[in-house]
């Protein structure tokens, strides 16, 4: 099969979509990953999101993929294992394209307590490393450094009593919305059929009626098991899951307000020992500023936006590491995402991050919980039991070696380092496929993303409209200001 995701298969698809063994509903990094393991398990599936991909959380997070590092601290040394054996599968086979080892500074400024626990929690991420077989190579150990490195990684630091930092290493992706619809493209590859705009009610355990928003049309269509993967709205798909959310805010800035950092200056939250706020630095020459962890009870949005308190909160933590102070008309942009918690009593910086497969009355199976990192292990899990409640015959799971689409593929030599950043080896098919005028130029200046992966979210990618493109395919659109620059090209290319 193709892995090329556009306007014309999506209709084509609709229109000729029978019954499956498994529907998906959400396409968000969870429903992606589990189409993913039913389609290489052999099994007919169909995934169908109300909007698009990556759409809601899966698109808001820190773009880090943790080795469970912060879990130990809290004794979840379960959680934490997981966690640094999905990194390694993804840093090592699935996706090292998408990945890379980001230093995580923390600076030793008079005011950082509990500089003895820090350390011996980067020795347990140490071992965590280790226990997952994950080479020292590819993520280095923790190490001890002086000032001058210190502010070599992270420029803005206040050198103002700075006695070296620690430094440990994570996985960093170039971008969360990237790894989602990476992965849809090869489930897509295997034979899963996969639908934007169109939305799943009236959902039983072996149904849903499925409406086309683009066209107001329905249909039914009838599934051995159907699976709700949406995330912080999986209580609307089935009304007996009881979630928790909590509201995680990032703030956008200018990488040169923090002097251009090779690492991630991390600052411990006064009165903790598992949280800090990150500086994060990010593709298109920006750094993003996180993260909170704040209930969030009441409706669910579409886009959580961040609060007045969280803004705060994040400006005064990462101004105690500084140089200069960060001001209000620093921020460049700010976003928010909600983590699906399962309900239980206590703060939500200390609820679970396990996941769970649940089966409704209704005979839904809904996966939720969990974090960006486990995906994998989420869907796995979700199509185990959909196999085991309702007989489906299908191979064992196979993901923990099927890489994703850019993992290989042609050379990239001569092509920018931006687009293999953000395509691996699949570079050069997105240039080889262009036919849009001057396909190696920037889509706006100062904007690092070429005319051809405009062109490519389109015929490729999925991407339906100008703000897919903007705001999943890319991620110009964290910008306000860089969203409108780029618009007038980008509607260009898509003929809209």
């Given at each position: 099969?193709?892995?090329?995701?556009?306007?014309?298969?999506?209709?084509?698809?609709?229109?000729?979509?029978?019954?499956?063994?498994?529907?998906?509903?959400?396409?968000?990094?969870?429903?992606?990953?589990?189409?993913?393991?039913?389609?290489?398990?052999?099994?007919?599936?169909?995934?169908?999101?109300?909007?698009d991909l990556a759409f809601g959380t899966s698109r808001w997070s820190s773009k880090l993929v943790h080795g469970g590092l912060r879990y130990l601290a809290s004794g979840r040394v379960g959680v934490a294992r997981e966690s640094a054996v999905e990194r390694h599968i993804l840093m090592t086979r699935t996706a090292p394209h998408l990945i890379r080892a980001l230093?995580?500074?923390?600076?030793?400024?008079?005011?950082?307590?509990?500089?003895?626990?820090?350390?011996?929690?980067?020795?347990?991420?140490?071992?965590?490393?280790a226990t997952a077989r994950?080479?020292?190579?590819?993520?280095?150990?923790?190490?001890?450094?002086?000032?001058?490195?210190?502010?070599a990684l992270t420029p803005a630091v206040s050198a103002s009593g700075l006695d070296g930092g620690l430094v440990a290493h994570d996985g960093q992706l170039v971008d969360d919305a990237r790894l989602v619809v990476t992965i849809a493209r090869t489930a897509a590859e295997h034979g899963a059929i996969v639908l934007t705009r169109v939305k799943a009610s009236d959902v039983t355990g072996t149904s849903a009626t499925l409406t086309d928003t683009l066209t107001g049309e329905s249909r039914a269509i009838r599934a051995k098991a159907v699976v709700n993967a949406t995330g912080v709205w999986a209580g609307e798909v089935d009304h007996s899951i009881r979630l928790r959310p909590s509201r995680g805010t990032?703030?956008?800035?200018?990488?040169?307000?923090?002097?251009?950092?090779?690492?991630?200056?991390?600052?411990?939250?006064?009165?903790?020992?598992?949280?800090?706020?990150?500086?994060?630095?990010?593709?298109?020459?920006?750094?993003?500023?996180?993260?909170?962890?704040?209930d969030a009870p009441g409706p669910i949005p579409d886009e959580p936006k961040p609060t007045e308190k969280e803004i705060d909160f994040l400006l005064a933590t990462i101004n105690t590491a500084l140089d200069r102070e960060l001001t209000r008309d620093d921020i460049r942009g700010a976003f928010a995402g909600l983590r699906p918690l399962i309900e239980s009593d206590g703060n939500t910086a200390d609820l679970s991050r396990r996941h769970a497969v649940l089966e409704s009355p209704q005979g839904v199976i809904t996966v939720v919980g969990g974090k960006l990192t486990t995906y994998r292990r989420m869907a796995q899990d979700a199509i185990d039991a959909a196999i085991r409640l309702r007989g489906l015959v299908a191979t064992p799971c196979r993901t923990r070696d099927v890489p994703l689409i850019g993992a290989g593929g042609a050379s990239t030599q001569g092509l920018p380092a931006s687009l293999v950043a953000r395509h691996g080896r699949a570079a050069r098919a997105v240039i080889d496929a262009a036919t849009v005028e001057r396909p190696l130029d920037d889509i706006a200046e100062g904007i690092d993303v070429t005319r051809a992966e405009v062109e490519f979210a389109a015929t490729h990618e999925g991407a339906l409209d100008v703000d897919d493109v903007l705001h999943r395919r890319t991620r110009i659109g964290l910008v306000a200001a860089d969203a409108d620059r780029a618009r007038a090209a980008v509607a260009a290319i898509l003929g809209s």
């Amino acid at each position: 099969m193709t892995a090329a995701l556009n306007g014309g298969r999506r209709r084509a698809e609709l229109e000729t979509l029978t019954d499956v063994d498994v529907l998906v509903i959400g396409g968000g990094i969870t429903g992606v990953g589990t189409a993913l393991d039913a389609a290489t398990r052999g099994l007919r599936v169909a995934l169908v999101e109300a909007h698009d991909l990556a759409f809601g959380t899966s698109r808001w997070s820190s773009k880090l993929v943790h080795g469970g590092l912060r879990y130990l601290a809290s004794g979840r040394v379960g959680v934490a294992r997981e966690s640094a054996v999905e990194r390694h599968i993804l840093m090592t086979r699935t996706a090292p394209h998408l990945i890379r080892a980001l230093p995580q500074v923390v600076p030793l400024l008079p005011g950082v307590e509990h500089r003895g626990l820090i350390r011996a929690g980067f020795l347990a991420g140490d071992a965590l490393r280790a226990t997952a077989r994950t080479p020292a190579s590819l993520l280095p150990r923790s190490r001890r450094v002086d000032a001058a490195a210190t502010r070599a990684l992270t420029p803005a630091v206040s050198a103002s009593g700075l006695d070296g930092g620690l430094v440990a290493h994570d996985g960093q992706l170039v971008d969360d919305a990237r790894l989602v619809v990476t992965i849809a493209r090869t489930a897509a590859e295997h034979g899963a059929i996969v639908l934007t705009r169109v939305k799943a009610s009236d959902v039983t355990g072996t149904s849903a009626t499925l409406t086309d928003t683009l066209t107001g049309e329905s249909r039914a269509i009838r599934a051995k098991a159907v699976v709700n993967a949406t995330g912080v709205w999986a209580g609307e798909v089935d009304h007996s899951i009881r979630l928790r959310p909590s509201r995680g805010t990032h703030l956008v800035f200018d990488a040169a307000t923090f002097g251009h950092p090779r690492g991630a200056l991390t600052v411990p939250v006064p009165g903790s020992i598992s949280r800090f706020v990150f500086a994060l630095p990010q593709q298109l020459g920006r750094v993003i500023l996180g993260l909170t962890d704040e209930d969030a009870p009441g409706p669910i949005p579409d886009e959580p936006k961040p609060t007045e308190k969280e803004i705060d909160f994040l400006l005064a933590t990462i101004n105690t590491a500084l140089d200069r102070e960060l001001t209000r008309d620093d921020i460049r942009g700010a976003f928010a995402g909600l983590r699906p918690l399962i309900e239980s009593d206590g703060n939500t910086a200390d609820l679970s991050r396990r996941h769970a497969v649940l089966e409704s009355p209704q005979g839904v199976i809904t996966v939720v919980g969990g974090k960006l990192t486990t995906y994998r292990r989420m869907a796995q899990d979700a199509i185990d039991a959909a196999i085991r409640l309702r007989g489906l015959v299908a191979t064992p799971c196979r993901t923990r070696d099927v890489p994703l689409i850019g993992a290989g593929g042609a050379s990239t030599q001569g092509l920018p380092a931006s687009l293999v950043a953000r395509h691996g080896r699949a570079a050069r098919a997105v240039i080889d496929a262009a036919t849009v005028e001057r396909p190696l130029d920037d889509i706006a200046e100062g904007i690092d993303v070429t005319r051809a992966e405009v062109e490519f979210a389109a015929t490729h990618e999925g991407a339906l409209d100008v703000d897919d493109v903007l705001h999943r395919r890319t991620r110009i659109g964290l910008v306000a200001a860089d969203a409108d620059r780029a618009r007038a090209a980008v509607a260009a290319i898509l003929g809209s």
